[in-house]
């Protein structure tokens, strides 16, 4: 029996060895000698900034479709596709031939026309006397005035059908309504144009500088914004400064701004629309990107939050382990507010000064003895 008590007793020594050495305080209570190693942070009062970000597309300043406005076979194709061009440089040329021949039998209608309107003249000039005299009847007076009409009318028409085969000629020269860069051509030399299911809109003719962006907003971020905006005074309303994010995760150097937003949220998918403007220095940026929009939405004044790392919750309760100032973890219960990207705002629990664990471990129990080592302030 005595020699099943010393084993028993030389493994309840092993055992307090291999979980730290112990000893008396000064106050005659046990204390825990060995110590865990921990990284902490100090908790300071600060202003947080919210950030807020959308995605968006890059569309030119102006998109301009170049369309062909008559039908017929493309005769040539004077630009070159990528390259910037200047308003009114000479894009495409349609074969003229039925359009000319329209302006030609147009003509040949103006001219019979006129002449019709010459004899009615004439035919008035003569009946008028006649009718003084009482040589015709009355009738014949009114009859010859009406021809008249007619004739002036009849050439005004003409005039009108003439005006528009001329138009319909100078259609088959397409010119560049505005300056910038030309994409692609959806049509070659050849092609037959101008009537679906063939090419319609022929290319797209962009500027660049500055390069806009378009992007949605939810209904809940535009109220959030537009109340924001009515607490602010005169004096605190700024322009909204955007920056942009681009696809490779790099930061366009140009700040923007807001250049126009939709009259009407969309009910079908709930969002407004939204176009910001971005100086594009050296044109880098082209339509049909896609990137992020991002901004502040307001700046929390001197308040205290921590990563979400720091935090861990236990059946919807969340918990913070904060090192006393005799370097013993205390796990205090928090109340948290809003979540701002890594960080958690948290309302009630932790004063200014303290310390916590930086990261949530759920070995440390309220009393472990901790070594802090402060990786932040």
Do not use: W
Not at 21 to 31: H, I, Q
Request: some cysteine; charged content about 25%.
């Amino acid at each position: 029996m005595a020699g099943k008590l010393s084993g028993i007793f030389k493994l309840a020594i092993l055992s307090t060895l291999s979980l730290g050495v112990v000893g008396c305080g000064s106050d005659g209570t046990v204390a825990n000698v060995s110590s865990i190693e921990v990284p902490v942070l100090k908790v300071q009062k600060s202003d947080l900034a919210i950030p807020i970000e959308f995605v968006g597309q890059t569309k030119g300043a102006v998109d301009a479709e170049v369309r062909a406005r008559v039908e017929g076979i493309v005769q040539g194709v004077h630009f070159q596709e990528g390259k910037e061009i200047k308003e009114g440089d000479l894009l495409y040329t349609i074969d003229p031939a039925p359009f000319e021949a329209k302006v030609a039998e147009a003509n040949a209608k103006v001219a019979e026309a006129e002449t019709r309107l010459i004899k009615t003249e004439s035919d008035l000039k003569r009946i008028r006397p006649l009718a003084a005299m009482r040589a015709v009847s009355a009738r014949d007076l009114d009859a010859a005035e009406a021809q008249k009409g007619v004739a002036q009318g009849a050439l005004e028409a003409a005039n009108a059908v003439l005006e528009s085969a001329k138009i319909e000629l100078g259609y088959t020269k397409i010119s560049a309504s505005i300056s910038g860069m030309i994409g692609l051509s959806k049509a070659q030399v050849g092609e037959f144009v101008g009537r679906p299911p063939n090419n319609v809109v022929l290319t797209t003719i962009s500027q660049l500088e500055p390069i806009h962006v378009r992007f949605s907003v939810s209904e809940k971020d535009y109220l959030y914004f537009s109340r924001l905006r009515q607490k602010q005074t005169e004096e605190m309303r700024e322009p909204l400064e955007l920056t942009l994010q681009l696809s490779d995760g790099s930061i366009h150097p140009e700040k923007g701004r807001i250049a126009s937003i939709d009259s009407q949220i969309d009910p079908s998918t709930g969002s407004l629309a939204i176009e910001s403007s971005f100086p594009n220095p050296g044109k880098i940026l082209r339509p049909g990107q896609f990137a992020k929009v991002k901004t502040i939405g307001e700046t929390l004044k001197g308040v205290i939050s921590v990563p979400k790392a720091a935090i861990r919750e236990i059946q919807g309760v969340r918990q913070i382990a904060v090192v006393t100032a005799s370097n013993v973890i205390e796990v205090r219960i928090v109340t948290t507010g809003r979540e701002i990207g890594t960080q958690v705002e948290v309302l009630d629990g932790l004063a200014d000064g303290e310390l916590i664990v930086a990261e949530s471990q759920h070995r440390l129990k309220n009393g472990t003895v901790v070594t802090p080592k402060i990786i932040q302030e």
